[in-house]
């Protein structure tokens, strides 16, 4: 694919990392919305020095020790432009593909496993985590564990496959938190947090999707799908845009969401996006 047709596409549809979170109150640990658009003070425990329950489930999952993501040898197919319903078997192709190799994952681990629900839609909905938040194009609902992706008719007319893959594998990144455990942490550390907290672990969250979408793309590395050059400037995009039109660093910079892309991507293993154990330095 032609780097225009992709730049184009990725502009209009991949604005990537860039993920919204609901600002929940903080005496509430009732998630929000996980939205996305296409390519955005220590935790108080209960007593001085207690440890936070259910901590070691982001810091040290089981995950992180199952090695390379399975590669289930996915193809999706071709993406043809201004075909709604070769969009929507796309996505299906690419779900269908993000199951098997998580699932896989979570049996290595010894995990149970679920899969997501999937909803392609073509204008905004509320769901039961929400309203839809502005400016994004997809979302992940922890309540009915589904992933939500607004088509657009620009999207349809300009589509950019290897852009609509990486979104729709972070959405399923956030699922993965969801079912693993990790937002059992996140969500009780963020209710008790204050501001520059909520959003350091906003980050936390975040680059980690991110990560996991990347691990997932490099099951796809060299394929028509996954090429060197189109996913160097995916890459590059992120660095120089990622961070634009979000006024508060709940995303991470733009050179920490590519080199969190690249880090996912070159080792293939979730072991690699554990963002909750670095330096707060490396996520900002």
């Known amino acids: 694919m032609a780097l225009v047709a992709g730049m184009l596409a990725l502009a209009l549809a991949a604005a990537g990392l860039v993920i919204v979170l609901a600002d929940m109150a903080t005496t509430s640990t009732a998630p929000g919305n996980e939205a996305q658009q296409q390519a955005s003070p220590p935790a108080r425990a209960s007593g001085k020095g207690a440890p936070v329950p259910g901590k070691s489930l982001a810091t040290a999952n089981p995950l992180y020790r199952t090695g390379r993501l399975a590669d289930v040898n996915c193809a999706p197919g071709a993406l043809p432009a201004g075909s709604m319903s070769a969009y929507r078997r796309f996505l299906i192709r690419v779900t269908t593909c993000l199951n098997k190799a998580w699932g896989a994952q979570f049996r290595k681990a010894g995990m149970p496993f679920s899969k997501p629900r999937l909803r392609i839609i073509t204008r905004k909905v509320k769901t039961p985590c929400g309203s839809w938040n502005a400016g994004a194009d997809a979302v992940y609902c922890s309540t009915d564990r ?96 990622g961070a634009k039109g979000w006024p508060q660093n709940d995303h991470g910079r733009g050179p920490t969401q590519a080199a969190w892309m690249k880090r996912g991507f070159n080792r293939g293993t979730p072991g690699a996006c554990n963002t909750w154990s670095v330096s707060p330095r490396k996520t900002l």
């Not at 007319?157 to 937002?183: C, D, K, M």
Request: charged residues 20%; proline residues 2%.
């Open 146 to 241: 589904t992933m939500y992706l607004m088509i657009s008719k620009d999207q349809v007319r300009n589509p950019f496959p290897l852009g609509i893959t990486r979104l729709v594998a972070h959405e399923y990144g956030h699922h993965i938190q969801q079912i693993s455990g990790i937002w059992d942490y996140y969500w009780l550390v963020r209710s008790m947090a204050g501001k520059a907290r909520r959003l350091q672990l906003s980050r936390n969250s975040e680059l980690q999707a991110e990560c996991f979408s990347a691990v997932f793309m490099s099951t796809m590395r060299g394929t028509e799908l996954v090429t060197e050059e189109d996913w160097a400037y995916t890459v590059d995009w992120f660095k120089k845009n």
